[in-house]
């Protein structure tokens, strides 16, 4: 079946402006997560759904990542006035249950010029 | 706080030879430990899941064991192939709290023909 999807592969954006991530966990896949792969921090967890309970935001570095979760399904990853430390790939998972193993995306690739 | 760590971060093996790849972790109440593979530019795929109570998994040429009290998990790649060249990364979740993966800095593999 389709896997975990990511759209944009690659993004360039200027600094200060907004970015918008997309991803399309498996179906029926109930929780799904955010995850950044940089350089300097390695792979590091950002937010977390599971269902419809409240998502986990501890790991967003700052106020301006917010996600959304619509429907269940889909999810976006919204970074507000970007700056160049927040170039990275940033991967989304999702997976049958919290308790279950996660299935990755091929992530989107930011650089922020 | 858990802190994951893969030592060595590269190693280099003629083909044929058998990897073995290390994976510490600080905190030993995790509630599983999942192995990953990652190409260069591609997202992550799933290799192995262990759950907390279990002491090994195999698939194929792969094996992972656990051991949760000593904080380690090894990954045996049987009768390598320059096809297994790649980075090779291991999680832990905590399980109470979402699932959410800590990950270790990976360790890249060459496997030369």
């Known amino acids: 079946g389709a896997g975990v999807s990511q759209s944009p592969s690659n993004k360039v954006t200027e600094k200060g402006k907004d970015v918008e991530l997309r991803c399309d966990p498996i179906?029926?896949?109930?929780?799904l997560y955010w995850y950044r792969q940089s350089l300097g921090q390695g792979l590091e967890f950002l937010i977390y759904?599971?269902?419809?309970?409240?998502?986990?935001k501890s790991g967003l570095p700052s106020d301006r990542f917010s996600a959304e979760r619509t429907g269940g399904s889909v999810s976006t990853l919204t970074i507000q006035r970007t700056q160049q430390e927040d170039s990275a790939v940033y991967l989304c998972?999702?997976?049958?249950?919290?308790?279950?193993?996660?299935?990755f995306g091929p992530g989107t690739r930011l650089t922020v010029t | 706080k858990q802190e994951v760590t893969q030592i060595p971060a590269a190693l280099s093996v003629p083909e044929g030879e058998n990897l073995v790849l290390n994976c510490s972790f600080t905190?030993?109440?995790?509630?599983?430990l999942q192995w990953f593979r990652q190409d260069p530019g591609k997202g992550l795929t799933s290799l192995l899941l262990?759950?907390?109570?279990?002491r090994e998994q195999t698939s194929g040429r792969l094996n992972a064991s656990l051991d949760k009290s000593s904080g380690r998990s090894t990954l045996y790649i049987a009768a390598s192939q320059p096809g297994d060249s790649a980075t090779y990364l291991c999680?832990?979740?905590?399980?109470?709290?979402?699932?959410?993966?800590?990950f270790g800095g990976g360790t890249r593999v060459l496997v030369k023909p």
């Open positions: 998972a999702s997976s049958w249950t919290s308790r279950y193993e996660q299935y």
């Open positions: 179906s029926g896949h109930t929780a």
């Open positions: 759904f599971q269902g419809n309970s409240a998502p986990d």
């Open positions: 905190d030993s109440a995790i509630y599983n």
């Open positions: 262990i759950q907390s109570s279990q």
């Open positions: 999680a832990v979740s905590r399980g109470a709290a979402g699932n959410k993966l800590t």
